[in-house]
């Protein structure tokens, strides 16, 4: 039984909302991994980024990230292998991640 | 002797963040206060757009996007006329504010 298995829901593209991607990107440690699953591209086990947070406060990140439509989620054995929705954002709001992502910050 | 001079401090361009920037404008009363701004282009009373928020909550409102460096805020008279810094954001940041100004909410 997987008593877990409302922990990775989705939005729907047509789900995401502009307001919920913009406070998911205004803090500066989930501004931080989303750039570095952007930049490594293909799925990457979310306790491999290095964060100067605590482990809980990283899921709390990840859950903003993932409900906001930020990112994918995905069980991998005991992992969780997230992915930047970048098909899912560029189709929603074009120019909008890249903007953000390449910012200064 | 002016003891408000403290609340039209603006944000240099080089000093605007984009944490800030995003926070700002994630809220939807705030992303609407900008697209009325956006959408009418030159300085218009801050008061004279539609919120159904309280004078309050409208003054922090404007508060926070001012000091985050989406608008610039003058005094004219007992009015307060703000402005979008299209300029300096699209510098700082190309794309970023057409993004999501054109963003459906």
Avoid: F, N, Q
Wanted: glycine share 6%.
């Amino acid at each position: 039984m997987d008593t877990m298995s409302d922990e990775l829901v989705h939005p729907e593209r047509d789900e995401i909302r502009i307001e919920a991607v913009l406070h998911a990107l205004a803090d500066p440690v989930r501004l931080h991994l989303v750039r570095e699953m952007d930049r490594i591209g293909v799925g990457v086990a979310c306790g491999a980024i290095e964060l100067p947070v605590t482990k809980s406060t990283r899921t709390h990140h990840l859950r903003t990230l993932r409900e906001a439509g930020v990112i994918r989620m995905r069980k991998e054995g005991t992992s969780r292998i997230g992915t930047v929705r970048r098909d899912d954002l560029d189709a929603r709001y074009p120019g909008l991640l890249s903007a953000i992502l390449s910012a200064e910050s």
